[in-house]
């Protein structure tokens, strides 16, 4: 969860024209840097929405097992000097196993799957680590170029202590053929930031 | 959709969000992150078909400024939308509110782009605002780097 000022190459920048929509999206202005004394607030002291049992078990959502290959995801949250990050609230998204989002905007005319919703959530423990079962995502065609597809990947999404280390990001699958095509990845110019290791 | 608010004027604030060509964004997510003047609070909702989202929540409180001084009440703002590879940050300030003048952040803003972190009451009803995100363009938000 580090700040990105400080990650240079490691972060992507707001303009990729590779990645389509960033030309009609990313603002053409710099960002304005907010001194760290006028930006700080707090996560809600009350805490986040209370975490169901079945949350971070994607495969136990339903009255049935979703298809797809059963999966552990699993890892920690570091801060910028390695440290654990405790209580950060994790949430993830992910398409089933064919590769169609649970979403009324996804119209890729691979099925849904009644058993799976694709989305889960987990707060981390003490040394900053969280687990999730959940089905590895099939990979799906979008629009940005002819011959689209999005390598497999889960979206995830992360809340520190405050809204100043707000993290979104995406998790992809070890040596998916996809990954050179894939706009979105590569707009993450530094080779060892994309492949960096758990 | 903030919930969990303690006190503080309740106000509707509404989001209405662009694209450079002007087209609506109707898969954005709005997150709020302000204080009730008690304790932080933080709500989420997704833009809708017409591009908007509207949360039930209060008018914020000063804050402290860093150097002595006073925030003006503002609201934080996250937004994240598939086609953005990263969330944006900014805030909304209120119009007419006689501490914008004095406020830190607004002055670290261009004079002629302070009116973009501006919302204004709705005509038809007391108590509502409306906020407008343009990505791109002329009157393009002012985003923060946090
Ligand atoms: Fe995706």
Redesign the interface.
């Known amino acids: 969860m580090k700040d990105?000022?400080a990650m240079a190459g490691s972060?992507?920048?707001?303009l990729?024209p590779p990645?389509r929509?960033?030309?009609?999206?990313?603002?053409?202005?710099p960002?304005?840097?907010?001194?760290e004394?006028?930006?700080e607030?707090?996560?809600?002291?009350?805490g986040?929405w209370p975490l169901g049992e079945a949350d971070n078990d994607l495969t136990r959502q339903s009255s049935d097992e979703p298809q797809g290959q059963r999966i552990i995801v699993a890892g920690r949250v570091l801060d910028e000097a390695a440290r654990p990050v405790a209580s950060a609230l994790i949430e993830l998204w992910q398409a089933n196993a064919a590769g169609r989002y649970c979403h009324a905007?996804d119209d890729h005319p691979a099925p849904l799957d009644p058993h799976f919703a694709g989305a889960g959530r987990t707060i981390t423990d003490a040394e900053g680590r969280y687990e999730f079962i959940t089905i590895k995502p099939g990979a799906y065609p979008w629009r940005n170029h002819d011959n689209a597809w999005r390598p497999a990947h889960i979206h995830f999404?992360l809340f520190g202590s405050s809204?100043?280390t707000?993290l979104?990001t995406q998790m992809y699958f070890p040596d998916d053929p996809l990954f050179d095509y894939d706009p979105?990845l590569q707009?993450v110019h530094d080779e060892r930031a994309r492949r960096r290791p758990p | 959709m903030a919930d969990?608010f303690v006190g503080g004027e309740p106000i509707t604030l509404s989001f209405r969000v662009t694209?450079?060509?002007g087209?609506l964004?109707?898969?954005a997510i709005v997150?709020l992150?302000?204080?009730d003047g008690t304790?932080?609070?933080?709500g989420r909702l997704p833009t809708g078909e017409d591009g908007t989202c509207e949360f039930e929540t209060v008018r914020p409180a000063t804050?402290a400024?860093?150097?002595g001084g006073l925030?003006a009440p503002h609201v934080?703002v996250?937004l994240?939308?598939?086609?953005?590879?990263?969330?944006?940050?900014t805030r909304v300030y209120f119009a007419g509110d006689p501490a914008l003048a004095q406020d830190?952040?607004l002055a670290?803003?261009p004079e002629d782009?302070r009116s973009t972190l501006l919302a204004h009451p709705a005509p038809e009803r007391q108590g509502r605002w409306l906020f407008d995100v343009r990505?791109?363009g002329a009157k393009?938000?002012?985003?923060?780097?946090?």
């Open positions: 990105r000022s972060q992507p920048p707001l990729y990645y929509s960033t030309t009609r999206w990313a603002p053409s202005k960002l304005i840097r907010l001194p004394t006028l930006s607030l707090d996560a809600p002291v009350y986040w905007k999404s809204f100043r707000r979104v979105i707009s | 969990r694209d450079g060509d087209q964004v109707t898969d997150e992150w302000q204080t304790s932080s609070v933080f804050v400024g860093g150097s925030q934080n996250c994240l939308a598939r086609g953005l590879l990263r969330h944006l940050h830190p952040v670290l803003v782009r990505l791109q393009e938000t002012v985003f923060f780097d946090v």
